[in-house]
């Protein structure tokens, strides 16, 4: 199954030079290991006003494989949370 994300900038960077081969997400999507995660760079802010996030993706994007999950309950993950180790696929960028 693939699903598309929302990435910071900060996060997608060190996704990009391998340094961050993880990812932590709220588990509402019923994620699986042998899952395709597209990340897509989001640049945005926090407008207090309209009390949420506003931005735009960049065009750049990755595709990564889901390798393994630890869900929630096991080791001070909250239990609608999980860590997803990752490995990269793909690159796209503008």
């Not at 900060?10 to 019923?30: H, S």
């Not at 750049?60 to 490995?87: E, K, L, P």
Request: proline letters at 2%; glycine letters at 8%.
């Amino acid at each position: 199954m693939e699903h598309e994300l929302k990435t910071w900038p900060m996060f997608f960077n060190e996704t990009l030079k391998g340094t961050k081969r993880f990812e932590v997400r709220r588990y509402d999507r019923n994620f699986k290991v042998g899952d395709t995660l597209i990340l897509k760079e989001y640049d945005g802010k926090y407008d207090k006003e309209a009390r949420a996030i506003k931005g735009e993706y960049t065009g750049r994007q990755t595709t990564v494989h889901v390798d393994y999950i630890m869900t929630g309950y096991n080791w001070g993950i909250r239990h609608d949370f999980c860590v997803m180790s990752i490995s990269m696929r793909d690159i796209t960028t503008p």
